[in-house]
């Protein structure tokens, strides 16, 4: 009993926080808490498999599971998602203002952008390819990791990437009441 008083008071403060701050401020929190959550699960499968075939297998079981469990985790008014120009998974289709905002990134400038939507506040987050990236989504990808790629992603686009280029966003989207 103690337990669920201490847990529901964490949660009615996490709230209450959560609603005390800045729309881009609480967009880049969600941003961050599903950011880290895939960041954590893809370095975990990239170390225990330098191949890339452990991480592959991860992003097309668990990614899009991942992401659903972190909106769980958010108030009734946000959401966060995915999206990408170039795509390997369909769920992760942009919408016309994800284009824009992606089209807007130049090859240097990668910050935080917010862009108001009628009644939601949209916090976008540049996902740019580094160097571990390459091994799924650059030009010389391992026959074992194409193969699985080709398998469950018959219209795969994200491959092809070099460094520093732009894979996609990460997008919180907050609504006003």
Do not use: W
Not at 59 to 80: G, I
């Amino acid at each position: 009993m103690k337990i669920k008083i201490v847990a529901t008071m964490a949660l009615c403060s996490s709230i209450a926080f959560a609603e005390s701050m800045s729309p881009k401020d609480e967009g880049i929190k969600y941003i961050k808490m599903l950011g880290s959550t895939l960041k954590s699960e893809l370095k975990a499968k990239m170390k225990e498999d330098p191949t890339a075939v452990s991480a592959v297998k991860f992003c097309q079981e668990s990614a899009s599971r991942l992401t659903e469990d972190v909106n769980k985790k958010l108030p009734e008014y946000a959401s966060v998602r995915r999206a990408s120009l170039r795509l390997r998974n369909e769920k992760n289709h942009a919408d016309e203002i994800d284009v824009k905002v992606m089209n807007s990134y130049s090859d240097g400038e990668k910050s935080i952008q917010v862009v108001e939507d009628g009644n939601t506040t949209r916090v976008y987050k540049p996902l740019v390819i580094k160097k571990v990236c390459l091994k799924c989504h650059g030009s010389d990808i391992s026959p074992e990791v194409s193969s699985i790629i080709k398998s469950n992603y018959p219209n795969d686009k994200a491959t092809g990437y070099r460094e520093g280029d732009l894979r996609g966003v990460i997008v919180a989207e907050i609504k006003k009441n």
